[in-house]
């Protein structure tokens, strides 16, 4: 199941506009590699760390530093335009998040692969969850840590 965002430029546009509000709500500088990071973001379809982020701008000859690279994320996590993620590996991973939909992961610890989904029963067991300890849930991560190649679903 895909839960990406559309790339339109009037999709883009909406999260550039919801960007600039939150920099000038927080006294923040409005700066063009902000921008820049923030558009590069957008244009992803995956899940990315921020090395590869960077050598992506890098060879599309992008000036940014790394620290940038680095504060930028952690302030489109901040106002809500970026996700976090932590599978397991050694960096994390991060995704869009812009009229974020909830959804699941499934981890292949032998690729590269991540998987989203989407199952309706999840929702079932945090309503119930809620119920039975008196508590509102706002978010929740749940990620499976899968074999994707055949043989190595073999028991030895």
Do not use: W
């Not at 890098?58 to 599978?87: D, M, P, W």
């Amino acid at each position: 199941m895909n839960n990406k965002n559309s790339n339109t430029a009037d999709n883009f546009e909406q999260v550039r506009e919801y960007f600039v509000k939150y920099l000038e709500s927080h006294s923040q500088r409005k700066t063009p590699e902000r921008f820049t990071i923030l558009k590069e973001v957008y244009s992803l379809n995956h899940h990315f760390d921020i090395e590869s982020l960077y050598i992506h701008m890098k060879n599309a000859k992008y000036i940014v530093s790394r620290a940038t690279l680095y504060n930028t994320i952690e302030l489109l996590q901040k106002c809500g335009l970026v996700k976090k993620h932590l599978f397991g590996g050694a960096c994390a991973q991060y995704e869009k998040a812009y009229n974020y939909t909830q959804h699941d992961h499934i981890v292949c610890i032998d690729s590269t692969d991540v998987y989203e989904f989407c199952d309706p029963r999840i929702e079932l067991i945090k309503q119930s969850l809620e119920e039975t300890f008196g508590v509102k849930i706002k978010s929740h991560s749940l990620v499976f840590y899968a074999l994707k190649n055949e043989e190595n679903n073999i028991e030895k």
